[in-house]
């Protein structure tokens, strides 16, 4: 995804081969090999480990596929449907309240990882998925609004203590992810208390930086819509949406 996004700023990767742990391979090999997994994984998704994928981690996926067929004419995203739709038929929690999805499948399998929920991983994947179906992600954002704790003039996001101890999330990092979010479906009320419980944080210094800064700095510079036309291109409609 961010060297995606590097191609398009710059007109080229930044470097001509990927190399980690002995393994080297470029771009576009990379691109298309996730992809390919995508079209013969039996849950329609690519895998981090142990055969199970994850919702955040393909959301990243769908946005790579969308910025290499921009970029490069390729075919990806229409693999981009069935993965979604391997979210919206098995990944999503039944019971209302809490997270609102289970963030990963059992091995080579659609069926979910019951046992597996978080907020945290919920507001990242949500964040993600608006350059790709902003319209229900808005949907799935307002009934996941249990999940913010409001104030008088702040919000913020409370994560469990064992995301908190495995350092898997963090209550400012969620409270991050919700900012950028709200910044970037338009609802600017939420994103003034959120943004104000992160402020003086941010002013101090905060643990993890430069994720927790950065986050902070792209929802001060988002617009409505921005996230997505960072993907979809300027001239796309911000309305087309692959569902």
């Given at each position: 995804?961010?060297v ?19 393994q ?30 994850m ?12 910025l ?41 399998a ?30 799935w ?27 898997f ?12 979010l ?36 792209l929802g001060?510079?988002l617009q ?9 291109g ?10």
């Amino acid at each position: 995804t961010f060297v995606g996004f590097y191609v398009d700023a710059f007109g080229e990767v930044p470097a001509e081969r990927i190399e980690l742990d002995g393994q080297s391979t470029t771009y576009h090999a990379l691109s298309e090999n996730l992809w390919r997994q995508m079209t013969e994984s039996p849950n329609c998704g690519v895998s981090c480990y142990h055969h199970q994928s994850m919702v955040m981690c393909n959301a990243h996926l769908l946005i790579n596929n969308l910025l290499h067929d921009r970029l490069f004419g390729t075919h990806f995203a229409p693999a981009n449907e069935s993965w979604l739709k391997t979210v919206n038929e098995h990944l999503l929690a039944a019971d209302a309240g809490g997270p609102l999805f289970y963030y990963g499948t059992q091995p080579d399998a659609v069926e979910p990882i019951t046992a597996k929920r978080s907020v945290g991983a919920d507001i990242w994947a949500l964040f993600l998925m608006s350059a790709v179906v902003p319209s229900r992600v808005a949907e799935w954002f307002e009934s996941w609004q249990g999940n913010i704790t409001y104030g008088e003039r702040s919000a913020r996001v409370t994560v469990t203590e064992d995301d908190a101890k495995s350092e898997f999330s963090s209550d400012l990092l969620s409270t991050s992810w919700a900012f950028c979010l709200t910044r970037e479906l338009g609802q600017q009320r939420r994103a003034k208390l959120l943004r104000n419980t992160l402020r003086d944080q941010i002013a101090a210094g905060v643990e993890l930086d430069p994720l927790l800064s950065g986050l902070y700095l792209l929802g001060e510079c988002l617009q409505p819509g921005s996230f997505r036309s960072l993907v979809m291109g300027a001239r796309e409609n911000s309305h087309a949406e692959i569902v």
